[in-house]
Protein backbone atom coordinates (compact mmCIF):
# COMPACT_ATOMS: atom_id res chain seq x y z
CA UNK A 1 0.00 0.00 0.00
CA UNK A 2 2.70 2.34 0.83
CA UNK A 3 4.51 1.69 -2.55
CA UNK A 4 1.18 2.34 -4.52
CA UNK A 5 1.26 5.51 -2.15
CA UNK A 6 4.48 7.14 -2.96
CA UNK A 7 4.39 6.28 -6.97
CA UNK A 8 2.75 8.38 -9.53
CA UNK A 9 2.18 8.52 -13.21
CA UNK A 10 4.28 9.64 -15.93
CA UNK A 11 2.57 9.28 -19.08
CA UNK A 12 2.16 5.70 -18.97
CA UNK A 13 5.11 5.03 -16.58
CA UNK A 14 4.82 4.03 -13.07
CA UNK A 15 7.55 6.34 -10.91
CA UNK A 16 8.36 7.10 -7.42
CA UNK A 17 6.81 10.68 -6.69
CA UNK A 18 9.63 12.19 -6.14
CA UNK A 19 11.13 12.20 -9.36
CA UNK A 20 7.88 13.55 -11.51
CA UNK A 21 8.91 17.43 -11.21
CA UNK A 22 12.36 16.71 -12.33
CA UNK A 23 11.22 14.49 -15.14
CA UNK A 24 8.63 17.37 -16.22
CA UNK A 25 11.13 19.87 -15.96
CA UNK A 26 13.52 17.81 -18.16
CA UNK A 27 10.81 17.34 -20.81
CA UNK A 28 10.01 21.43 -20.99
CA UNK A 29 13.87 22.46 -21.01
CA UNK A 30 14.26 19.96 -24.01
CA UNK A 31 11.42 21.56 -25.66
CA UNK A 32 11.97 25.39 -24.76
CA UNK A 33 13.16 27.04 -27.37
CA UNK A 34 10.13 25.58 -30.03
CA UNK A 35 7.61 25.24 -27.96
CA UNK A 36 5.27 27.99 -29.12
CA UNK A 37 6.25 26.46 -33.05
CA UNK A 38 4.91 23.10 -31.35
CA UNK A 39 2.15 24.31 -29.94
CA UNK A 40 0.97 25.85 -33.30
CA UNK A 41 1.50 22.72 -35.36
CA UNK A 42 0.23 19.78 -33.42
CA UNK A 43 -2.87 21.83 -32.80
CA UNK A 44 -3.31 23.85 -36.52
CA UNK A 45 -2.97 26.74 -34.62
CA UNK A 46 -6.22 26.22 -32.26
CA UNK A 47 -4.90 26.88 -28.92
CA UNK A 48 -4.58 30.28 -29.84
CA UNK A 49 -8.95 30.04 -30.15
CA UNK A 50 -8.83 28.23 -26.83
CA UNK A 51 -6.42 30.73 -24.94
CA UNK A 52 -8.40 33.20 -26.63
CA UNK A 53 -12.08 31.63 -24.60
CA UNK A 54 -9.85 31.84 -21.71
CA UNK A 55 -9.26 34.94 -21.74
CA UNK A 56 -12.77 36.17 -22.61
CA UNK A 57 -14.07 34.29 -19.77
CA UNK A 58 -11.66 35.79 -17.04
CA UNK A 59 -12.29 39.18 -18.41
CA UNK A 60 -9.17 40.72 -17.16
CA UNK A 61 -9.52 44.37 -15.54
CA UNK A 62 -7.13 47.46 -15.13
CA UNK A 63 -5.46 47.27 -11.78
CA UNK A 64 -5.59 43.33 -10.85
CA UNK A 65 -2.76 41.71 -9.76
CA UNK A 66 -2.58 37.99 -11.74
CA UNK A 67 -0.65 35.06 -11.51
CA UNK A 68 -0.10 32.64 -14.34
CA UNK A 69 0.69 29.48 -13.33
CA UNK A 70 2.88 27.17 -15.76
CA UNK A 71 3.22 30.06 -17.57
CA UNK A 72 6.86 29.66 -19.46
CA UNK A 73 6.60 31.56 -22.47
CA UNK A 74 4.10 34.20 -21.58
CA UNK A 75 1.16 33.24 -23.67
CA UNK A 76 -0.97 33.83 -21.27
CA UNK A 77 0.12 37.09 -19.44
CA UNK A 78 0.29 38.71 -22.55
CA UNK A 79 -2.53 37.99 -23.69
CA UNK A 80 -3.58 39.05 -19.56
CA UNK A 81 -1.84 42.65 -20.29
CA UNK A 82 -2.87 42.83 -23.78
CA UNK A 83 -6.82 43.26 -22.90
CA UNK A 84 -5.93 44.54 -19.01
CA UNK A 85 -2.63 46.51 -19.95
CA UNK A 86 -2.86 48.35 -16.32
CA UNK A 87 -2.80 45.05 -14.78
CA UNK A 88 -0.24 42.98 -13.34
CA UNK A 89 0.80 39.74 -14.20
CA UNK A 90 3.27 37.11 -12.32
CA UNK A 91 4.04 34.41 -14.65
CA UNK A 92 5.44 31.08 -12.71
CA UNK A 93 7.27 28.17 -13.91
CA UNK A 94 9.65 25.65 -12.57
CA UNK A 95 11.10 25.35 -16.11
CA UNK A 96 14.22 28.47 -16.44
CA UNK A 97 14.25 27.78 -20.17
CA UNK A 98 10.61 28.33 -20.26
CA UNK A 99 10.90 31.70 -18.80
CA UNK A 100 13.84 32.71 -20.40
CA UNK A 101 12.02 31.82 -23.63
CA UNK A 102 9.09 34.11 -22.47
CA UNK A 103 11.74 37.02 -21.94
CA UNK A 104 12.88 36.60 -25.20
CA UNK A 105 9.73 37.66 -27.05
CA UNK A 106 9.01 41.42 -27.86
CA UNK A 107 5.79 41.44 -25.87
CA UNK A 108 7.72 41.06 -22.69
CA UNK A 109 9.51 43.60 -23.25
CA UNK A 110 6.83 46.04 -24.05
CA UNK A 111 4.71 44.61 -21.00
CA UNK A 112 8.69 44.75 -18.94
CA UNK A 113 6.78 47.07 -16.19
CA UNK A 114 3.92 44.76 -15.21
CA UNK A 115 5.45 41.44 -15.15
CA UNK A 116 7.02 39.38 -12.81
CA UNK A 117 8.97 36.61 -14.07
CA UNK A 118 9.16 33.67 -10.84
CA UNK A 119 10.73 30.23 -11.14
CA UNK A 120 9.03 27.88 -8.86
CA UNK A 121 6.33 24.94 -8.49
CA UNK A 122 3.05 25.03 -8.39
CA UNK A 123 2.72 22.66 -5.32
CA UNK A 124 4.56 25.33 -3.08
CA UNK A 125 3.95 28.73 -4.44
CA UNK A 126 6.04 31.69 -3.08
CA UNK A 127 3.50 33.87 -1.90
CA UNK A 128 1.85 35.26 0.83
CA UNK A 129 -1.98 33.97 1.20
CA UNK A 130 -4.30 36.21 -0.19
CA UNK A 131 -2.19 37.86 -2.69
CA UNK A 132 -4.23 37.48 -5.95
CA UNK A 133 -7.15 38.26 -8.00
CA UNK A 134 -7.16 35.78 -10.38
CA UNK A 135 -4.86 32.27 -11.01
CA UNK A 136 -4.44 30.83 -14.71
CA UNK A 137 -2.84 28.10 -15.63
CA UNK A 138 -3.15 26.62 -19.15
CA UNK A 139 -1.93 23.39 -20.39
CA UNK A 140 0.26 22.88 -17.06
CA UNK A 141 -1.66 21.43 -14.32
CA UNK A 142 -1.75 17.76 -15.28
CA UNK A 143 2.02 17.63 -15.02
CA UNK A 144 1.99 18.17 -11.22
CA UNK A 145 2.65 15.58 -8.85
CA UNK A 146 -0.17 16.01 -7.04
CA UNK A 147 -3.21 17.67 -8.30
CA UNK A 148 -5.14 18.37 -4.65
CA UNK A 149 -2.10 20.42 -3.43
CA UNK A 150 -1.41 22.28 -6.35
CA UNK A 151 -5.47 23.80 -5.36
CA UNK A 152 -5.10 23.95 -2.41
CA UNK A 153 -2.05 26.04 -3.13
CA UNK A 154 -4.42 28.11 -5.69
CA UNK A 155 -6.72 28.66 -3.35
CA UNK A 156 -4.70 29.96 -0.78
CA UNK A 157 -2.70 32.90 -2.77
CA UNK A 158 -6.31 34.05 -4.08
CA UNK A 159 -7.83 36.74 -2.03
CA UNK A 160 -11.23 36.23 -1.35
CA UNK A 161 -13.72 36.43 -4.30
CA UNK A 162 -10.26 35.63 -6.56
CA UNK A 163 -11.44 33.79 -9.78
CA UNK A 164 -9.07 30.47 -10.69
CA UNK A 165 -9.09 29.06 -14.24
CA UNK A 166 -7.93 26.28 -15.98
CA UNK A 167 -7.35 25.65 -19.46
CA UNK A 168 -6.34 21.81 -20.28
CA UNK A 169 -6.57 18.49 -22.55
CA UNK A 170 -9.64 17.15 -21.31
CA UNK A 171 -11.96 14.04 -23.19
CA UNK A 172 -14.18 13.79 -25.98
CA UNK A 173 -17.39 12.81 -24.92
CA UNK A 174 -18.09 11.14 -28.35
CA UNK A 175 -16.74 8.14 -28.36
CA UNK A 176 -15.70 7.35 -32.40
CA UNK A 177 -14.58 11.04 -32.39
CA UNK A 178 -12.13 10.18 -29.32
CA UNK A 179 -10.41 7.41 -31.42
CA UNK A 180 -10.24 9.62 -34.45
CA UNK A 181 -8.60 12.20 -31.63
CA UNK A 182 -6.52 8.97 -30.26
CA UNK A 183 -5.07 8.18 -33.50
CA UNK A 184 -3.57 11.50 -34.36
CA UNK A 185 -2.34 12.13 -30.96
CA UNK A 186 -0.52 8.69 -30.41
CA UNK A 187 0.36 8.46 -34.53
CA UNK A 188 0.90 12.08 -35.51
CA UNK A 189 2.04 14.18 -32.25
CA UNK A 190 4.91 12.18 -31.52
CA UNK A 191 6.47 12.26 -35.11
CA UNK A 192 5.95 15.95 -35.24
CA UNK A 193 7.74 16.43 -31.91
CA UNK A 194 11.23 14.33 -33.27
CA UNK A 195 10.68 16.83 -37.19
CA UNK A 196 10.54 20.05 -35.06
CA UNK A 197 12.34 19.56 -31.95
CA UNK A 198 14.02 16.39 -32.40
CA UNK A 199 12.18 15.24 -29.52
CA UNK A 200 9.76 12.41 -29.89
CA UNK A 201 10.06 10.88 -26.50
CA UNK A 202 8.62 14.17 -24.54
CA UNK A 203 5.28 14.42 -26.89
CA UNK A 204 4.32 10.49 -26.67
CA UNK A 205 4.51 11.84 -22.63
CA UNK A 206 2.37 14.75 -23.89
CA UNK A 207 -0.63 12.39 -25.15
CA UNK A 208 -0.29 10.00 -22.45
CA UNK A 209 -0.12 12.45 -20.19
CA UNK A 210 -3.73 13.82 -21.25
CA UNK A 211 -5.33 10.42 -21.00
CA UNK A 212 -4.19 9.99 -17.30
CA UNK A 213 -5.56 13.50 -16.98
CA UNK A 214 -9.21 13.26 -15.10
CA UNK A 215 -12.57 13.70 -17.28
CA UNK A 216 -14.43 17.12 -16.78
CA UNK A 217 -16.59 15.98 -14.26
CA UNK A 218 -13.65 14.32 -12.26
CA UNK A 219 -11.69 17.42 -12.14
CA UNK A 220 -14.79 19.61 -11.43
CA UNK A 221 -14.98 17.10 -8.47
CA UNK A 222 -11.46 18.37 -7.40
CA UNK A 223 -11.91 22.13 -7.80
CA UNK A 224 -14.97 21.75 -5.48
CA UNK A 225 -13.05 19.67 -2.97
CA UNK A 226 -10.52 22.47 -3.00
CA UNK A 227 -12.80 24.75 -1.56
CA UNK A 228 -13.56 26.61 -5.04
CA UNK A 229 -17.32 27.86 -5.47
CA UNK A 230 -19.86 28.59 -8.29
CA UNK A 231 -17.14 26.24 -10.32
CA UNK A 232 -18.11 24.77 -14.04
CA UNK A 233 -16.74 24.24 -16.85
CA UNK A 234 -16.68 24.62 -20.43
CA UNK A 235 -15.76 21.85 -23.66
CA UNK A 236 -13.81 23.94 -26.18
CA UNK A 237 -13.69 21.74 -29.57
CA UNK A 238 -15.96 19.26 -28.51
CA UNK A 239 -14.23 18.43 -25.18
CA UNK A 240 -10.34 17.85 -26.77
CA UNK A 241 -9.36 20.89 -24.20
CA UNK A 242 -11.97 22.40 -21.27
CA UNK A 243 -12.11 25.06 -19.63
CA UNK A 244 -13.08 24.77 -15.60
CA UNK A 245 -13.62 27.86 -13.42
CA UNK A 246 -14.24 28.35 -9.88
CA UNK A 247 -14.14 31.19 -7.31
CA UNK A 248 -12.67 31.82 -3.31
CA UNK A 249 -15.81 33.17 -1.77
Known amino acids: MSDIKNTTHFGNKT ?17 AKKYDIMNDVMSLGIHRIWKAAL ?9 Q ?8 T ?11 PRSSVTVL ?22 LTWVCAD ?23 TDIKVALSEAFRVLKPGGRFLVLEFS ?7 QSIYDLY ?42 GFKNSKYRNLSLGIAALHSGWKI
Open 15 to 31: IPKELKSEMVEGIFTNV
Open 55 to 63: IDWLAPRNG
Open 65 to 72: KLLDVAGG
Open 74 to 84: GDIAFRVLNRA
Open 93 to 114: DMTEKMLVEGKRRAEAHKFKDN
Open 122 to 144: AMKLPFKENSFDAYTISFGIRNV
Open 171 to 177: QVPIKKL
Open 185 to 226: SFKAIPKMGKLIVNDSDSYQYLVESIRKFPDQEEFLKLLQYA
